[in-house]
């Protein structure tokens, strides 16, 4: 089954790979095939927004662009959204919830936090429907947080169920858990830089998830220089010659050829290093040489993504 076709992808990888433009980008891809979308952002973070230059609101879904939606999740408001589902009055949770004594208590349940994060995913792809009662979106594409806490909160729903046992919020991440543990329904996309730390990161991710390693579909390798016009064979044979020339600049050129070709073979050697470590597609996109991403820069990269996401 082609990756966009399933119900919700999680991209996660270490922090700083680029894990929102690479979330930006399937959703355009996904938005192209006529696919409703929505990219939940976790942790109240509120990346994409700015990517497409609208302004966020926040837990309330956003338009990007045709097709494409973002809302940003936060635990506060998840829990508050999941506690008024089950009590059907507002005003009752504000009064028992809202105090110095449930605060602290709350905080402190293990993985609560991830979960009610997951339960609003859920609730993205399950309940959320539109005017017509179809299903809003076709499409939910979980921007995860970072490596290690990307992994708990893919276990927070199991960890909640062995700690409730029974009851409402039992029988709710036992919902969650058997969606995101589905391989025919949510898919992990891993997302990584050519470098040594994250790749030694990625690989250990890869290690850790036991299971839902068989939900894997994809690496992203982010950030991919290009390949210099002359091969190392030819680099070698040309760089004695122009070393030697006495010329305004060719000192300076000769040392930024020698780092372009030292980058590229590192890059390369990442590369490998990953597609043995994972056994999976490994999908490069290429570093664009500005960090004040827009839309256009977002289609080029979702055009380098769809040989290998649209692939059965």
Same mark, same amino acid.
Request: neutral net charge; aromatic residues 4%; charged residues 20%.
């Given at each position: 089954?082609?990756?966009?076709?399933?119900?919700?992808?999680?991209?996660?990888?270490?922090?700083?790979?680029?894990?929102?433009?690479?979330?930006?980008?399937?959703?355009?891809?996904?938005?192209?095939?006529?696919?409703?979308?929505?990219?939940?952002?976790?942790?109240?973070?509120?990346?994409?927004?700015?990517?497409?230059?609208?302004?966020?609101?926040?837990?309330?879904?956003?338009?990007?662009?045709?097709?494409?939606?973002?809302?940003?999740?936060?635990?506060?408001?998840?829990?508050?959204?999941?506690?008024? /589902?089950?009590?059907?009055?507002?005003?009752?949770?504000?009064?028992?919830?809202?105090?110095?004594?449930?605060?602290?208590?709350?905080?402190?349940?293990?993985?609560?936090?991830?979960?009610?994060?997951?339960?609003?995913?859920?609730?993205?792809?399950?309940?959320?429907?539109?005017?017509?009662?179809?299903?809003?979106?076709?499409?939910?594409?979980?921007?995860?947080?970072?490596?290690?806490?990307?992994?708990? !909160?893919?276990?927070?729903?199991?960890? !909640?169920?062995?700690?409730?046992?029974?009851?409402? !919020?039992?029988?709710?991440?036992?919902?969650?858990?058997?969606?995101?543990?589905?391989?025919?329904?949510?898919?992990?996309?891993?997302?990584?830089?050519?470098?040594?730390?994250?790749?030694?990161?990625?690989?250990?991710?890869?290690?850790?998830?036991?299971?839902?390693?068989? /939900?894997?579909?994809?690496?992203?390798?982010?950030?991919?220089?290009? /390949?210099?016009?002359?091969?190392?064979?030819?680099?070698?044979?040309?760089?004695?010659?122009?070393?030697?020339?006495?010329?305004?600049?060719?000192?300076?050129?000769?040392?930024?050829?020698?780092?372009?070709?030292?980058?590229?073979?590192?890059?390369?050697?990442?590369?490998?290093?990953?597609?043995?470590?994972?056994?999976?597609?490994?999908?490069?996109?290429?570093?664009?040489?500005?960090?004040?991403?827009?839309?256009?820069?977002?289609?080029?990269?979702?055009?380098?993504? /769809?040989?290998?996401?649209?692939?059965?």
């Amino acid at each position: 089954m082609p990756l966009l076709d399933h119900r919700i992808l999680v991209v996660t990888g270490k922090g700083g790979v680029g894990k929102s433009t690479v979330c930006a980008a399937l959703g355009l891809l996904a938005a192209r095939q006529g696919k409703r979308v929505v990219v939940t952002e976790t942790s109240g973070a509120q990346v994409l927004p700015g990517l497409f230059g609208v302004g966020s609101r926040g837990y309330e879904p956003v338009r990007l662009a045709p097709g494409l939606d973002t809302l940003s999740i936060t635990p506060l408001e998840a829990i508050e959204d999941y506690v008024v /589902q089950q009590i059907k009055v507002r005003r009752l949770y504000e009064m028992v919830f809202r105090n110095r004594v449930m605060g602290p208590f709350i905080d402190g349940v293990p993985g609560l936090h991830d979960a009610v994060q997951l339960g609003k995913v859920w609730d993205c792809a399950v309940q959320a429907v539109d005017a017509a009662g179809r299903p809003r979106w076709d499409l939910v594409i979980v921007d995860a947080p970072a490596t290690g806490h990307g992994l708990t !909160m893919l276990e927070a729903p199991r960890s !909640m169920m062995e700690l409730t046992r029974a009851g409402p !919020m039992y029988r709710g991440n036992e919902k969650v858990e058997t969606l995101l543990a589905d391989p025919r329904k949510t898919r992990l996309v891993l997302v990584c830089l050519p470098e040594e730390m994250p790749v030694a990161e990625t690989l250990d991710l890869h290690r850790r998830l036991g299971p839902r390693g068989q /939900q894997l579909s994809l690496c992203v390798l982010n950030e991919v220089h290009p /390949q210099p016009p002359a091969t190392a064979t030819e680099w070698a044979q040309a760089r004695p010659v122009l070393a030697a020339a006495d010329g305004p600049g060719l000192a300076e050129a000769v040392d930024l050829v020698d780092g372009w070709h030292e980058r590229v073979a590192r890059q390369d050697l990442a590369r490998d290093r990953l597609r043995r470590g994972i056994g999976l597609p490994v999908v490069d996109l290429p570093f664009l040489f500005h960090r004040n991403l827009g839309p256009a820069d977002l289609a080029r990269l979702a055009d380098a993504l /769809q040989p290998t996401v649209s692939a059965p």
